[in-house]
């Protein structure tokens, strides 16, 4: 997916004003995500994403073991914004990430997460194996 096109699809789904504040956004939650996950898993993830988005997903230590409630604050810091408002940026950035992916991409980022992160990707790991 082009950058243009997956900055006003996260705009759209989370309400947010300009294409800056979408970008922020983007970039925090793949910040955020991958901090949390490999280093593997997220180069992955930077050869699916927009180009633009490739160094957002570039970190010193990943594999950071930390919960939901952390991600959005995480999230909410590098925005500027509170967690709430961040946790409503994080879906709609990870639903069009999902978009960018297989299901089997998805399931190998999901597979590193605990369970309480399923609500990011509004799929069970259930219903992904099926």
């Given amino acids: 997916m082009e950058f243009s096109k997956f900055i006003n699809i996260v705009r759209d789904r989370a309400h947010i004003a300009t ?33 633009e988005f490739a160094e957002c997903l570039r970190e010193e230590q990943y ?21 709430d408002v961040a946790a409503e940026h994080v879906r ?18 999901m597979s590193e997460l605990p369970v309480e992160y399923d609500e990011l990707f509004a799929i069970s790991r259930v219903e992904a194996v099926k």
């Fill in 92 to 109: 709609a950035v990870i639903d069009v990430v999902k978009e960018t992916l297989s299901a089997n991409e998805v399931m190998d980022i």
């Fill in 63 to 83: 594999g950071q073991q930390f919960g939901l409630k952390e991600f959005y604050q995480r999230v909410a810091d590098r925005e500027g914004v509170s967690p």
């Fill in 19 to 51: 294409d800056t504040e979408a970008e922020t956004a983007c970039c925090a939650t793949l910040k955020a995500l991958a901090e949390r996950i490999s280093g593997d898993k997220a180069q992955a993830l930077a050869d699916r994403v927009p180009t």
